[in-house]
């Protein structure tokens, strides 16, 4: 079937922009007169339902860069790729338990202020900087280069100025209404996506089975025979290579190195990201413990769905295009989600449009409402404007929304940064990865150790960088290809690489021993220590009995695909 939309398609879209606009609108009727106070434009402070916040959590996290990447990495890897979003589960579980206690209780509304609050104005002045840059220089303008290419290949791949320009006026539209606006469209928004992709998957499913059994075989069939056709997609362990590996084996470990991504690498990203990141923990800042916890879980309960709709689509289009079934597929591996889009009948296509257009906008929106977030209340109303009344710290939380967007667009309009040569996932992986170690070390020591100083912090930060530079670029020329610490691999490339998640294992460990050798020749309690008591802690029983049903039903996937 060719790219392009039918008028079907397009009056499926347009219901769907309609449908989220008028509950946008409708919510920010029912808020107008909290119009201006800061807590609710920012926070939407104790009005977000714990749906609200899991839903939320999810349609910010899902955007283009997981459709195409993760769906490309499925193609290349198979189920490996699903541990980020499986143990994704678990780490909410962790930070819902004793993360969000610790924020909670201490009214900590940003992470700059948590470093301000845990260390000093200094470590907090320094991360909101970088966290600014980071996310309108590498979040906003990756999700809106590989958002904009994505739909542009499925609208006929003539108008992606256009629909770059449209996908952030739409995101604008919903973030200018403030956190509850953003939160309660990202209802609307997930459900959007969690739909159009199960169908993506289902007529995925349903192309395979009909091709290797006949018309009308469906999609239980086409599952049944990605697992015969593929058995090495279903495997959770990328085995270590051997001298009998190809350079194809090679890099699947490199990618995912089995085991050993599972002993750090895999923990402090997923860590890092839900819980230490203003991006995600914005949502449940504003609500109460119970209420956040609630909706923390509730995402973790939706994760384990997202393999499904991700990575599913990469494995079928793997199967049928390695039997010469697929030659639509064209730009390798991340062409794979796009060439099974082309499978989809009239009318689902524009499903399919409405469902990318959901994860696009939904985290470009929550992007651009953090980047404002973080410049009101960490730096505007700090050193520019400390008399602020509350009005005009929403005025300035809504003018701060608009400049990074103008500015993502302008340096997304020509890839003025090269996103399209590195490919937005790997963009994101690249310039967030080299900061995780540090930045997690970090935040750790300062919630649970009460000796952790804020030298320690400043060192911390700039030696995980340090240390994740060396690891990754530099130590196999060094220090060798095979040592006690590591073992790098040819990369194809004619160079040697140490796998990823081994180098961020080892930053995070280094940096963990430097930060605490240099806490312990300050006072055995930090002034500015954390208060912490075992009754922050404490579970409802239902919350234990969703917690051990997550844990039970992680545990039987990773039994069956072991």
């Given at each position: 079937m060719k790219n392009g939309l039918t008028n079907l398609d397009i009056a499926v879209f347009v219901i769907y922009f309609i449908i989220v606009s008028a509950y946008g609108y409708s919510i920010y009727r029912k808020r107008k007169k909290d119009e201006h106070d800061a807590k609710a434009y920012f926070l939407a402070e104790g009005t977000l339902t714990w749906w609200a916040i899991g839903a939320s959590l999810i349609a910010s996290n899902i955007s283009a860069e997981q459709f195409i990447g993760m769906s490309g990495e499925g193609f290349f890897l198979g189920i490996a790729v699903a541990a980020y979003e499986w143990l994704a589960a678990v780490a909410l579980i962790i930070v819902a338990v004793w993360f969000i206690p610790v924020y909670l209780k201490n009214h900590i509304y940003t992470m700059p202020q948590f470093l301000k609050t845990r260390y000093n104005e200094s470590v907090a002045l320094i991360m909101a900087i970088f966290w600014l840059?980071?996310?309108?220089?590498?979040?906003?303008?990756?999700?809106?280069?590989?958002?904009?290419?994505?739909?542009?290949?499925?609208?006929?791949?003539?108008?992606?100025?256009?629909?770059?320009?449209?996908?952030?006026?739409?995101?604008?539209?919903?973030?200018?209404?403030?956190?509850?606006?953003?939160?309660?469209?990202?209802?609307?928004?997930?459900?959007?996506?969690?739909?159009?992709?199960?169908?993506?998957?289902?007529?995925?499913?349903?192309?395979?089975?009909?091709?290797?059994?006949?018309?009308?075989?469906?999609?239980?069939?086409?599952?049944?025979?990605?697992?015969?056709?593929?058995?090495?997609?279903?495997?959770?362990?990328?085995?270590?290579?051997?001298?009998?590996?190809?350079?194809?084996?090679?890099?699947?470990?490199?990618?995912?190195?089995?085991?050993?991504?599972?002993?750090?690498?895999?923990?402090?990203?997923?860590?890092?990201?839900?819980?230490?990141?203003?991006?995600?923990?914005?949502?449940?800042?504003?609500?109460?413990?119970?209420?956040?916890?609630?909706?923390?879980?509730?995402?973790?309960?939706?994760?384990?769905?997202?393999?499904?709709?991700?990575?599913?689509?990469?494995?079928?289009?793997?199967?049928?295009?390695?039997?010469?079934?697929?030659?639509?597929?064209?730009?390798?591996?991340?062409?794979?989600?796009?060439?099974?889009?082309?499978?989809?009948?009239?009318?689902?296509?524009?499903?399919?449009?409405?469902?990318?257009?959901?994860?696009?906008?939904?985290?470009?929106?929550?992007?651009?409402?953090?980047?404002?977030?973080?410049?009101?209340?960490?730096?505007?109303?700090?050193?520019?404007?400390?008399?602020?009344?509350?009005?005009?710290?929403?005025?300035?939380?809504?003018?701060?929304?608009?400049?990074?967007?103008?500015?993502?667009?302008?340096?997304?309009?020509?890839?003025v940064l090269g996103i399209g040569g590195t490919g937005g996932f790997t963009f994101i992986q690249k310039y967030t990865g080299f900061f995780s170690p540090g930045v997690f070390a970090m935040f750790f020591l300062g919630m649970f150790w009460k000796r952790t100083t804020g030298a320690a912090a400043v060192v911390g930060v700039i030696l995980g960088f340090l240390l994740s530079v060396f690891f990754n670029e530099l130590a196999p020329g060094i220090t060798g290809h095979d040592t006690f610490l590591y073992t790098a691999y040819p990369n194809g490339k004619g160079g040697w690489e140490i796998p990823f998640h081994i180098c961020m294992g080892l930053s995070f460990f280094f940096t963990m021993i430097v930060m605490i050798a240099i806490s312990l020749t300050g006072p055995k309690i930090n002034p500015k220590a954390f208060e912490l008591d075992t009754t922050m802690f404490k579970l409802k029983p239902q919350t234990l009995a969703i917690i051990v049903v997550i844990l039970l039903l992680i545990a039987a996937l990773y039994i069956r695909f072991w």
């Open positions: 840059f980071l996310y309108v220089f590498v979040n906003l303008t990756s999700i809106l280069y590989l958002g904009a290419v994505a739909i542009n290949g499925l609208a006929g791949g003539e108008y992606l100025h256009v629909i770059m320009l449209g996908l952030a006026i739409f995101a604008l539209l919903i973030s200018l209404g403030g956190m509850k606006v953003v939160a309660y469209t990202d209802v609307i928004q997930v459900a959007v996506l969690i739909v159009g992709g199960l169908v993506t998957s289902y007529i995925a499913l349903s192309v395979v089975g009909d091709t290797y059994n006949g018309p009308g075989s469906g999609a239980i069939a086409g599952f049944k025979t990605l697992l015969n056709n593929a058995p090495e997609h279903f495997k959770m362990i990328i085995p270590k290579p051997n001298a009998a590996s190809n350079q194809n084996d090679i890099n699947k470990y490199l990618t995912f190195p089995g085991l050993a991504s599972y002993a750090a690498g895999i923990w402090i990203i997923n860590l890092n990201y839900w819980g230490c990141n203003q991006y995600i923990t914005q949502r449940a800042l504003g609500a109460d413990l119970q209420t956040a916890r609630n909706g923390i879980l509730f995402a973790g309960f939706l994760k384990l769905m997202m393999p499904l709709i991700v990575m599913l689509p990469g494995i079928a289009a793997f199967v049928l295009y390695k039997d010469g079934h697929l030659p639509q597929l064209v730009g390798g591996k991340d062409g794979a989600y796009s060439a099974v889009l082309t499978f989809l009948p009239t009318g689902l296509k524009g499903l399919s449009v409405a469902a990318l257009t959901a994860a696009i906008v939904a985290s470009l929106a929550g992007k651009v409402n953090s980047i404002s977030t973080i410049y009101t209340l960490d730096i505007h109303k700090k050193y520019f404007g400390k008399e602020s009344d509350e009005r005009k710290l929403v005025y300035i939380g809504r003018a701060a929304v608009f400049i990074a967007m103008i500015v993502a667009v302008i340096f997304t309009w020509g890839d």
